[in-house]
């Protein structure tokens, strides 16, 4: 999926969604040069993006809002819902475990995994966080292909093996550590310190 | 700071600290091929990073580690811990909160603000967290120019206002949404849905 889509491109379908979805329901029409405006983008770079989807602007009206929203929906969840599990029920854990906003990308997280029995059983939103023992199975099971990892970076290594051996093919993790995958396992790595550190580092 | 650093260097930093601080205390040195071969980077890049800081490689044996450990650490932390708050103490604002790593690259975080009275008094770690309305007068008493949103998107752009008017001027949000601020204010957006979408994109 998303075969040609550059990715930053990806990025901006929900932001597309999200203002789209946010105007008056009495404006019927909108144009690429508007949402541009609105968004600060350029209009080319709109009118790019959402010609990856099946919207087609009519010309001087542009899109009907509607069907643009429709079409953008459809095609973030063309390929049906992906199953995604996190490892690791702390406080990043659970604040993923329980966010809504991964439909728009067609991904629903469907369950978390920890070794603190303690920490076993349903989240707030309904969703099972099973122990870690059960983690190849249940992920075989669900199908997952997607995982985050949520573990202190001293466990995201063995968290990331045991992944990878049940058959996970993508992982994103939140640990500040360097993790090794074998070929074919992407990952890609949320460092919030980082990027706070980044921004502190802009200030004069 | 880090005036002539790209950023992508900064980001490697931690990565550093992490594997020297992991390393067996029996090692006594440690060479910019030792570190880019564990890290998968190339050597050149590790010792022009490392170049950054006040450490001196010694020809053969390479970096004596404790050093070259305080070395990074004095460098991130070079100009005095900088002051960061939170708006939003929901699942996100709380996971940051109480989380530690920040310091590695001389940042606090200070304290925590919310609308929801329910949430007001004291976290796990013992940091306040004061109502919004107090945003303005404890953010300029406490000094702090960086500041992280978790508040959902439809109220990202008014708290970022609110930011600005209280002298902030870095924002990192975890709002799906795109804010708008004057020159001289730095956004940084962290989208874990994106991230994971785009993962979710590189499965076969």
Redesign the interface.
């Known amino acids: 999926?998303?075969k040609e889509?550059p990715?930053i491109s990806?990025?901006r379908m929900?932001?597309y969604l999200?203002?789209l979805k946010?105007m008056p329901a009495t404006e019927k029409f909108v144009s690429s040069g508007h949402i541009a405006e609105a968004?600060?983008l350029g209009e080319v770079l709109v009118r790019k993006d959402l010609a990856f989807t099946a919207a087609v602007g009519r010309p001087r009206v542009g899109y009907v809002r509607e069907e643009l929203i429709s079409a953008i929906e459809e095609f973030?969840c063309y390929n049906g819902k992906?199953h995604?599990v996190i490892v690791g029920y702390?406080?990043?854990g659970?604040?993923?475990l329980?966010?809504g906003?991964?439909g728009?990308?067609?991904?629903e997280i469907v369950a978390a995994f920890d070794s603190d029995s303690e920490k076993l059983g349903v989240s707030q939103s309904g969703k099972p966080i099973y122990d870690i023992n059960e983690a190849k199975s249940q992920i075989e099971r669900l199908g997952a292909?997607?995982a985050?990892i949520c573990v202190p970076?001293?466990y995201a290594q063995p968290v990331a093996d045991l992944l990878v051996e049940s058959g996970v093919?993508?992982?994103?993790s939140f640990a500040?550590?360097?993790l090794?995958t074998p070929e074919g396992v992407?990952v890609?790595q949320?460092?919030?310190?980082?990027?706070?550190?980044?921004?502190?580092?802009?200030?004069?």
């Open positions: 999926m998303y889509l990715l990806l990025q929900p932001v999200n203002y946010g968004l600060g973030l992906r995604a702390g406080a990043v659970k604040a993923i329980d966010y906003g991964f728009y990308y067609g991904i292909k997607l985050i970076a001293k093919k993508a992982i994103l500040p550590t360097t090794k992407e890609r949320i460092d919030v310190a980082a990027n706070l550190a980044i921004l502190s580092s802009s200030i004069k």
